[in-house]
């Protein structure tokens, strides 16, 4: 039915594998990576700073939709041919996203993307599940994870050089040699058995799932800023999508190959750590955009100069991610570490709740180091405890649906911060702006650009760096709390022995009879 490995691979062949994987992870790392100090000229250049999160809610969007598709196709298909086709659907999106002239083309090619994003991750960590044993893969996952560490710290750094001295066009076409050499690595040397199996992909249960995400995202978006709470518009969209992840579920329990299939919520551990990854999503990944946009407009740091200020929280990201792998393949436990993860990054976020004009950055890295560390205790490790507790024939589906929800925290999570945090930064520039001087501005031409904040003469310009610095600052604390459930659900992980072989997994105390580990169908 799926793509297994041998028995026992050649430490060689498990090397030239563990290459092409990493080039493939360093593709899709240095994506998220290298758009973060890039993006606040980016939406400047194309006018569109109100609409900041958007640009990165559109490629979690789509890769959060495509993400179980992509799993399911390489427990049918074969990792290999799907892993090149996700390369391929990213590199087009890329050199569409280099070309974009307005703020809406940029938010659709960031849509294709994420398209192909959505395979890359979880197709990698798959094949990684298919070659190593889960005793053996914190050890691989810890390394893979520092991959992303390194591009969290290389990233920035690109990114801001190539929009200071290049073009931030470059930090979209930077990918195509990148994803040509993986494709040509990955052809050369991945060779997993395939077994071939007609393929019914649920199109269906895609097309809701897309159409009730989408719904809701927008209704996070507009409601309160574009449209009252209570207009007709709001209330219809929220309605539109609620109905639609109903009918999703209700597909999904139907559908003879369900995108995400509703029998993987009868084991323990995916559904514990499902919302611990959707709670985690949420926090990080819709409050850390705003990092680069504190550094560069309340600090007037350049796109380059605010990506090494990141890098305390990438080294605590690579420092801890490469040391819990290691950790867990020298003592056989992994539940303590998204604990500790968790409440880190809970502490990180608290305290970057305290970002102002005049905090000195020494204050800054520590907190960004303290969020970082605990990042990287959290993700991989929670894709270990569900990889090692299905069957080894069910890892894509189910690598992919811990993924998803991850992604889908982390979409909606962006869109709910950027609305909270454009909400407070209207309400705050209310406050720090006479009403005389406001009605003379024209609407929106604080917000829409940071050349526009950069002009602005004093002492309007310090009233508005301290009204954006009061909006962050409230973000950061609301994360902070959201991150805090995330500590809270994270003690409920059951704790699996770590299987040493490709076997059957084990069953828990928290899992009934009727309902084994080893197989969900």
Do not use: C
């Amino acid at each position: 039915m799926s793509s297994t490995a041998a028995p026992a691979e050649h430490p060689r062949r498990i090397g030239l594998i563990m290459t092409a994987l990493m080039m493939t992870m360093l593709l899709a790392a240095l994506d998220q990576t290298i758009v973060s100090t890039a993006l606040p000229t980016i939406v400047s250049d194309l006018k569109g700073l109100n609409q900041y999160s958007w640009v990165v809610t559109a490629y979690l969007l789509t890769s959060t939709a495509s993400t179980p598709i992509w799993g399911k196709l390489s427990d049918m298909i074969g990792r290999k041919l799907i892993l090149q086709s996700a390369v391929i659907v990213f590199l087009v999106g890329s050199v569409l996203a280099g070309m974009a002239q307005t703020m809406w083309q940029l938010i659709l090619t960031r849509g294709i993307q994420g398209l192909g994003g959505g395979g890359l991750m979880v197709l990698v960590l798959a094949v990684i599940a298919d070659v190593i044993p889960p005793r053996e893969r914190g050890r691989y996952t810890g390394i893979f994870t520092g991959v992303f560490g390194f591009a969290s710290i290389i990233g920035p750094l690109l990114g801001g050089f190539f929009t200071q001295h290049l073009s931030w066009r470059w930090i979209f076409y930077i990918n195509i040699p990148l994803g040509i050499a993986a494709l040509l690595v990955i052809g050369a040397v991945l060779h997993i058995p395939v077994t071939h199996k007609r393929v019914a992909i649920d199109w269906l249960g895609a097309g809701l799932l897309i159409a009730g995400v989408t719904t809701l995202l927008l209704v996070t978006e507009w409601g309160g800023q574009k449209y009252p709470w209570g207009s007709t518009t709001i209330l219809v969209l929220s309605a539109a999508g609620l109905i639609s992840i109903v009918l999703f579920v209700l597909q999904e329990f139907r559908a003879p190959d369900p995108i995400v299939s509703m029998k993987l919520f009868r084991n323990v551990v995916f559904t514990t750590t499902s919302a611990i990854g959707f709670v985690v999503g949420f926090a990080m990944f819709g409050s850390i955009i705003f990092l680069s946009l504190y550094l560069q407009i309340v600090h007037g740091a350049t796109p380059t100069m605010s990506g090494l200020q990141l890098l305390p929280m990438m080294l605590g990201i690579m420092i801890s991610s490469i040391g819990s792998g290691q950790l867990i393949v020298r003592i056989g436990h992994y539940k303590p570490f998204p604990i500790i993860g968790t409440g880190l990054a809970a502490v990180g976020l608290y305290l970057l709740s305290y970002v102002s004009p005049t905090l000195p950055y020494w204050k800054l890295s520590i907190a960004m180091f303290i969020l970082g560390f605990g990042m990287g205790n959290v993700m991989q490790v929670l894709v270990l405890a569900v990889q090692n507790a299905v069957d080894v024939r069910l890892i894509g589906a189910a690598t992919s649906g811990s993924t998803f929800f991850r992604s889908i925290g982390g979409s909606f999570g962006t869109a709910v911060f950027g609305a909270l945090m454009t909400s407070r930064l209207a309400s705050e520039l209310a406050k720090a702006i006479p009403p005389d001087v406001a009605a003379k501005m024209p609407h929106g031409s604080i917000t829409s650009s940071m050349a526009g904040v950069a002009k602005l003469a004093e002492p309007l310009h310090t009233a508005v760096v301290g009204a954006f610095a009061r909006a962050i600052s409230h973000t950061f604390l609301v994360a902070s709390i959201v991150m805090a459930v995330g500590f809270a659900i994270s003690w409920f992980i059951p704790e699996n022995p770590l299987r040493t072989h490709h076997g059957p997994a084990p069953t828990t105390a928290e899992e009934s009879s009727d309902v084994p580990a080893v197989s969900l169908d």
